[in-house]
């Protein structure tokens, strides 16, 4: 049986992440979710693949359920969904420390394009085998 890798990040909230309301901004969440997407498709994937193809964003559905504030360690965890020709949902929750309760919940769907032709790449069992685990 096959589950999807989860890749996990912890970041601490800095004075650059606060807006006016002395909470963490909304799009430095979406940052997060961005970097730790990139981070995760580089330490899984192959040179090969990292230098031919490139991941890009169709959509992002976001849930801001709680506010984190500065100092707090956020503890951000991703894994893919459901894919099907050059697309493929990406999962995230963000947390505050080791509190069970979600701060963000989102999904976001991107499409995987050939760096070179610029051109949407279907998704080859290659790449689905470097974001699934045998279990």
Do not use: C
Request: hydrophobic share 40%.
């Amino acid at each position: 049986m096959l589950a999807p890798h989860i890749f996990t990040k912890v970041f601490t909230v800095l004075p650059e992440h606060i807006d006016e309301l002395h909470h963490v901004n909304n799009v430095q969440y979406l940052h997060w979710m961005m970097e730790s997407a990139g981070e995760h498709w580089q330490t899984r994937a192959t040179p090969n693949l990292i230098r031919n193809l490139v991941w890009v964003v169709r959509t992002h559905e976001i849930q801001y359920l709680s506010a984190a504030k500065l100092g707090d360690e956020i503890i951000l965890t991703t894994y893919t969904g459901e894919y099907a020709g050059a697309g493929w949902w990406r999962n995230f929750s963000i947390r505050q420390g080791n509190s069970p309760k979600d701060l963000v919940i989102a999904k976001t769907h991107f499409v995987l394009l050939n760096k070179e032709t610029g051109k949407p790449q279907r998704i080859s069992s290659e790449i689905v085998d470097i974001f699934m685990n045998e279990v």
